[in-house]
């Protein structure tokens, strides 16, 4: 290898490192944001739907987190339309603002016993921003890695963009216990849940930082420099990999569809079950971010086996497991025990999860 060779062969291996922290970073922050409703959901939902039954305002404190799914779609055409116009840096950088404001405002937002139902629109356009925000951070930051990464090291530099969404969760749940944990209890519902939403803004300052420092895709530069960018490259992959494209939709909706009982709806069902918030909070921490520090050893499962096979004995596992773990909650009476269990399911929630966000960047395939 010759110098020159050597060099460049450093530089790509150190922007590789750099793209994966900063978009593994970033994902966490943004998904931090988006989360922390989640785990507050038993708070925020007599202050912005209030009624008579318990039940109907935690139900529909979780269809305003549901709606923001139904948002992100149209999030992930924007920002990656934008990535490929202006550039991966830009659209990242634009995720990361739209979301740290949004989580900021919803700290702010007075609720339904101050302004009436006004308090309760807000929070759901406020939701709505936080979803079409998220819907391009995934797309975005994977598509940023993998085309710094080398074609050997995709899987496991893209596992970032996993770990630092999943480790957002666990970063959310540990920020909700600690702030429950030193919070008066009464104090909780009138200001002690705004706390988690305004810390938001000092992590939105730090990623923004270390994201502006981050030199642009190398292939979205050539493509600029060559004249050569897809007008709709949406629509070009449609028109060329329908298939394709329909498979890895459908891979995502699979995966987030399970994935997300784990990281936001285990938490509120263990509180209904009886456990403490802010013990739930704790355990839902912890056994997240344990299950994420497999994230890297997936990925590279991934380079040296491919993504099919792990795809594949990861939901049929998911599959196997499913059930049980619901059984073995719902009859479980401490948290070490949940906790065992919960981790289990997260250990493997991940199998399904990495795998896939190298596929995501289908629209490679037309460039």
């Keep these: ?94 995720t990361i603002v739209m979301m740290g404001v949004a989580c900021g405002v919803m700290g702010l937002l007075p609720t339904y016993g101050q302004i009436g139902v006004a308090g309760t629109i807000a929070i759901i356009v406020v939701r709505l921003a936080q979803g079409f925000a998220a819907g391009g951070e995934i797309g975005g930051a994977a598509t940023y890695i993998a085309e710094l990464a080398s074609p050997g ?60 420092r981050v030199e642009e895709s190398p292939q979205f530069q050539e493509l600029k420099e060559k004249a050569a960018i897809v007008r709709s490259p949406m629509l070009a992959a449609l ?34 079950e009886g456990f403490s918030a802010t013990g739930v909070a704790w355990t839902s921490a912890l056994c997240i971010a344990l299950a994420t520090l497999t994230y890297p050893w997936t990925g590279k499962l991934t380079d040296r086996y491919d993504r099919k096979p792990i795809l594949l004995a990861s939901n049929i596992i998911f599959a196997v497991i499913a059930w049980p773990v619901f059984a073995l909650l719902i009859a479980a009476t401490n948290l070490w ?6 981790l289990v399911f997260m250990f493997f929630t991940e199998w399904a999860q990495v795998p896939t966000w190298p596929l995501v960047r289908c629209r490679r395939a037309i460039g």
Excluded at 26 to 37: A, H, K, P
Excluded at 157 to 181: H, K, P
Excluded at 256 to 268: D, Q
Excluded at 337 to 342: C, H, L, P, Q, S
């Design 1 to 94: 290898m010759t110098t020159a060779q050597h060099s460049e062969k450093t530089i790509s291996l150190r922007s590789a490192r750099r793209a994966s922290l900063a978009g593994g970073v970033g994902t966490l922050i943004e998904y931090y944001d988006f989360s922390v409703y989640g785990f507050l959901t038993l708070t925020i939902g007599p202050l912005f739907f209030p009624s008579d039954n318990p039940t109907v305002s935690t139900l529909s404190a979780l269809a305003v987190f549901a709606s923001s799914y139904l948002i992100r779609p149209l999030g992930g055409w924007f920002f990656s339309r934008l990535g490929d116009r202006r550039g991966r840096r830009t659209a990242l950088v634009a």
């Design 153 to 212: 090291k995709r899987g496991f530099y893209g596992s970032t963009v996993s770990m630092g969404s999943t480790l957002g969760f666990a970063v959310a749940a540990g920020v909700v216990g600690l702030v429950r944990l030193l919070v008066p209890a009464d104090q909780m519902a009138t200001w002690g849940w705004r706390i988690p939403f305004l810390l938001s803004l000092v992590l939105t300052v730090v990623c923004l930082q270390a994201r502006l």
């Design 239 to 272: 028109r060329s990999h329908p298939l394709s494209v329909a498979r890895v939709a459908g891979l995502a909706i699979a995966f987030n569809g399970t994935g997300y009982f784990g990281v936001a709806y285990f938490a509120i069902f263990l509180q209904e």
């Design 337 to 342: 025990a949940v906790g065992v269990v919960y």
